[in-house]
């Protein structure tokens, strides 16, 4: 069966209150899932001092869904190839 492929470039602005981490950790009393606004509350990574969980704990929850809901963005190239 044959696949496509679809590579692209660019950048997203994420609207803060839609986008959504998610959570790396072993911690099971960190919050597993949260909105881009709780992400930027947290300190970027781990100070002396500072207590986590911290923003280098959680990664992006759904690129498409980052995608979907931006408040702007651009795109510097889209190809799709079939691949056999």
Same mark, same amino acid.
């Not at 950790?25 to 002396?48: F, H």
């Given at each position: 069966?044959?696949? /496509? /492929?679809? =590579?692209?470039?660019?950048?997203?602005?994420?609207?803060?209150?839609?986008?959504?981490?998610?959570?790396?950790?072993?911690?099971?009393?960190?919050?597993?899932?949260?909105?881009?606004?709780?992400?930027?509350?947290?300190?970027?990574?781990?100070? =002396?001092?500072?207590?986590?969980? !911290?923003?280098?704990?959680?990664?992006?929850?759904?690129?498409?869904? #980052?995608?979907?809901? #931006?408040?702007?963005?651009? !795109?510097?190239? /889209?190809?799709?190839?079939?691949? =056999?």
């Amino acid at each position: 069966m044959a696949k /496509i /492929i679809v =590579e692209f470039s660019g950048w997203v602005e994420c609207d803060s209150d839609k986008v959504e981490f998610v959570y790396l950790g072993m911690d099971e009393s960190v919050k597993a899932c949260i909105t881009g606004s709780e992400w930027l509350a947290l300190t970027p990574t781990e100070d =002396e001092g500072t207590i986590g969980p !911290y923003r280098d704990d959680y990664t992006l929850e759904s690129c498409v869904d #980052a995608q979907a809901t #931006a408040l702007d963005g651009s !795109y510097e190239g /889209i190809f799709i190839e079939v691949e =056999e």
